[in-house]
C-alpha cells in the first residue's frame, strides 16, 4: 500500500512512521508512506498556505489553490493507481474498526490535513471521504491522520508479526477483547486465572470467547446488536444477563 499526507508540518509524521510496527511494515515492503509538505506549492516569498476568513471572525484558513496544485501534481503519475483522498476534519465520518478496515481496501490513500482554523470549503471536493477521529477539536489533522494510518496499517496482511492478531483484535469480531496477562503468575495478591495455565487449548478458547462477551455486555453493549454471535453465545449471554440482573 501506498500513503501520502499532504499537510504544512509534515516532518511530525518523523517518529510515528520511523517507530515500531509503521517502520516494520515500510522495512518488510508491505507500505510505502511519503509526507509532502503543502507549503511546496506556493507561489510567495513567505510559502503562505493560510488567509483570513471571508465574513471575519478570528483565525486563519488555509487556501484552496496549493491543495488543488498539489493534489494534481502528486496524483500526476498515470502509472499510479488514483488515490482514495481523504481529508480529516471534525465534521467528519467517526472513524472506527469498519472504515479502518475499508480503507486499508485501498492501493493507496491520499490524507489531506488542515490547520488553524480548517480548509477553504472548495477543497473538500476533493475528498472521497472526510474522517472525524471524534467529538472534539485538535490542533491539526498530522495526528489525526496518524491515528488512521497506524489503525489501517496493522490491518495490511503480513504486517503484524502474528498473521492472526488483528483478526482477534477488539472490533474485529464486533466484541472487545478478552483479557490479556503474562508473567508473573502471581502479582501482589492477584493471580492469572487457572484456566490460561492449564494447557487446554479448547477451554481457553471457550474462556476467552466467554470474557470477550462477558465485557462487550458490560462496558459497550452497543456492540452486541452488530456483533458475531452464534447459538452458544447467545446462550452464555443470556445466562450472564439474568445473573448480572439477580
Ligand atoms: C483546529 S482544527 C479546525 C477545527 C474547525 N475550526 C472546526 O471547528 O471544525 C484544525 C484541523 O485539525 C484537524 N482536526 C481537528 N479535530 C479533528 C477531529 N476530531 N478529527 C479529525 N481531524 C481533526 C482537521 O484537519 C482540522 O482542519
Redesign the pocket.
Given at each position: 500500500m501506498l500513503i501520502e499526507t499532504l499537510s504544512t508540518f509534515p516532518n511530525m509524521y518523523d517518529s510515528v512512521m520511523g517507530t515500531s510496527i509503521m517502520k516494520r511494515a515500510q522495512d518488510k515492503g508491505a507500505l510505502q508512506f511519503r509526507a509532502y509538505d503543502l507549503r511546496d506549492w506556493t507561489h510567495d516569498r513567505h510559502r503562505t498556505t493560510d488567509d483570513d476568513p471571508y465574513g471575519g471572525g478570528h483565525g486563519l484558513v488555509m487556501k484552496c489553490e496549493p491543495i488543488f496544485e498539489a493534489y494534481e501534481a502528486i496524483t500526476r503519475d498515470a502509472a499510479l493507481p488514483k488515490p482514495t483522498t481523504v481529508f480529516?476534519?471534525?465534521?467528519?465520518r467517526s472513524f472506527d474498526d469498519a472504515l479502518a478496515t475499508e480503507l486499508s481496501q485501498s492501493e493507496r490513500l491520499l490524507f489531506v490535513?488542515?490547520?488553524?482554523?480548517?480548509?477553504d470549503e472548495r477543497a473538500y471536493a476533493l475528498a472521497d471521504v472526510t474522517?472525524?477521529?471524534?467529538d472534539?477539536?485538535?490542533?491539526?489533522?498530522e495526528l489525526?491522520s496518524m491515528v488512521v494510518i497506524d489503525a489501517v496499517v496493522r490491518k495490511i496482511p503480513g504486517v503484524l508479526g502474528a498473521e492472526l492478531g488483528a483478526v482477534e483484535e477488539s472490533f474485529a469480531g464486533g466484541l472487545l477483547e478478552y483479557p490479556q496477562y503474562t508473567r508473573p503468575a502471581s502479582f501482589r495478591g492477584s493471580c492469572v486465572p487457572d484456566v490460561l495455565l492449564s494447557g487446554n487449548h479448547a477451554a481457553i478458547a471457550r474462556w476467552r470467547r466467554e470474557q470477550s462477551l462477558a465485557r462487550t455486555a458490560q462496558l459497550r453493549p452497543d456492540l452486541l446488536r452488530c456483533a458475531d454471535l452464534d447459538e452458544a453465545d447467545r446462550r452464555f449471554l443470556r445466562n450472564f444477563l439474568e445473573s448480572a440482573h439477580a
Open positions: 480529516l476534519s471534525p465534521c467528519g490535513c488542515g490547520h488553524y482554523e480548517g480548509i474522517v472525524s477521529l471524534g472534539y477539536v485538535l490542533t491539526s489533522g489525526a
